[in-house]
């Protein structure tokens, strides 16, 4: 069975960092492409970052380019997304997500991805 549980989310004040993660279980996380979408109240779900399975490129959106790296850990088989500079617009869940045959270009629409998390909470407020 294939599971995604995602942690690290938080309160954090502006400026501030975080790290989170996303466990996977069920399937190993370098046969596939992973990435973390995020939804803040009353928005669409919106693509953060992902890694291509193919070559482990790796694409952002433009919103956090330069702030947020995504990696994975293969023997933990772990995803991670660092988040540095935080501002208050990063507010949201943030979901990790996976499928084979996504992220070859960017993020792409999370209609795209089969299997997701649960989702952590970030909020980012003084």
């Known amino acids: 069975q294939v599971q995604l549980v995602e942690s690290g989310g938080g309160l954090v004040q502006p400026g501030g960092s975080l790290n989170l993660s996303c466990a996977a279980s069920?399937?190993?996380?370098?046969?596939?492409?992973v990435g973390w979408f995020r939804q803040a109240p009353g928005k669409e779900r919106e693509g953060v970052s992902c890694?291509?399975?193919?070559?482990?490129?790796?694409f952002y959106g433009e919103s956090v380019k330069g702030r947020f790296t995504v990696s994975r850990d293969k023997a933990k088989n772990t995803l991670y997304l660092q988040m540095n500079s935080l501002k208050p617009e990063d507010t949201g869940v943030y979901y990790c997500?996976?499928?084979?045959?996504?992220?070859?270009?960017?993020?792409?629409?999370?209609?795209?991805?089969?299997?997701w998390g649960q989702g952590t909470q970030v909020t980012v407020s003084s």
């Open positions: 997500a996976a499928d084979v045959h996504v992220c070859l270009a960017g993020v792409g629409p999370f209609s795209e991805y089969d299997h």
């Open positions: 069920g399937f190993t996380l370098d046969d596939f492409a």
């Open positions: 890694i291509s399975t193919f070559d482990g490129r790796t």
